[in-house]
């Protein structure tokens, strides 16, 4: 068995539901620690609810050398019903050229990909130019609040300087290294509660309903058009994933209509334009209202530049096909690395399985995406020992 499906096969064994590590970072220093890494671990929480954050760093001899970091999560989310798998979710198992487990695609295969292409880099390179990091969560399928934010929390304190990275979410469609996401969208939610008077419905002119009243300011929003987008991104998006109101008699208007919203916003809006057009909406209408907002994480962009081009020359060398640059998706931990590192991409295997039953990987998709994380480190090493030289 190559080194690469070994480690992948010890870190798919552990049952890592979220935010429980069960010792997959401790598999991965095992990995790193020979190669030079220096490790610091993060932990919020206690109990069940404790949250395991790996931060480690090997730095080169170099004094002018640059940061690439490595960043995912050990977490999982839950199977589901067991008996709906073909096989045990936590035994790694292979069928028709495919490894099958929880976690399989999303994404403990792409954290082996990237240990072993370290290894690899520093078994051919002796004298590296560039500084590599690790920064690992088991928060990432959770509420994301005690894991990679933290981290990034903390390194900025201290001033740490990072200047690439890449998340290892699955963000392939059909192969690995067809897409790789240069951003994503933030996520601003809301609670709305508009608050009328309750009353027996067949006297309406006693009562004030609070469905009547927000129906034309609902249209209105739904009609809004946030921005237009741009060239990275669609156009910011307000959606309502709930509404109700009632006290379960049908005689009866309520009080009270809530409403559960949000929007997935790009870089030409931003969260203070949002809140205050919602606001001015609801208040044009006459609304009494209460709402309350939070922000589950602002947009960021990484435009074409050094990591971009370091990835796409590596997937053209190693798949042989260019990558769409793209920003769908839903939110990842690359919204809180963005704030300390300006240049930040996600590259991971197909995702058409993640977070489904028999998720699944490739075992051709994982040996390539390794390939290519290895290439990455190549080119992005080359660039530093250029930027030395110009210095120097």
Known sequence: MSPLLALTERLLCQVSLTPNDADCQKILMQALGPLGFKDEWIYEGEGESLVTNLWAVNRSTHHAARTLVFAGHTDVVPTGPVSKWDSDPFTPTYKGGYLYARGASDMKSSLAA???????????????????????????????????????????????????????????????????????RGTLSGKLVIKGIQGHIAYPQLAKNPIHQFAPAMAELVQTQWDQGNQYFQPTSWQMSNIHAGTGAGNVIPGECTVDFNFRFCTESSVESLQSRVHAILDRHSLEYDLKWTLGGIPFLTPEGELVDAVRHAIKEVCAITPQLSTTGGTSDGRFISTICPEVIELGPPNSTIHKVNECVSISDLEQLKNVYLQILVKLDLLCETSVAKRS
């Open 114 to 184: 990237m240990v072993v292409a370290t290894q690899e880099f520093y078994s051919q390179t002796k004298s590296p130019n560039l500084n590599i990091g690790f920064l690992i969560t088991s928060d990432e399928e959770g509420p994301a609040t005690g894991g990679t934010v933290k981290v990034c929390e903390l390194l900025k304190a201290r001033s740490e300087r990072l200047d690439w990275c890449i998340v290892g979410e699955p963000t392939a469609v059909e192969k690995t290294g067809d897409m790789i996401k240069n951003g994503r």
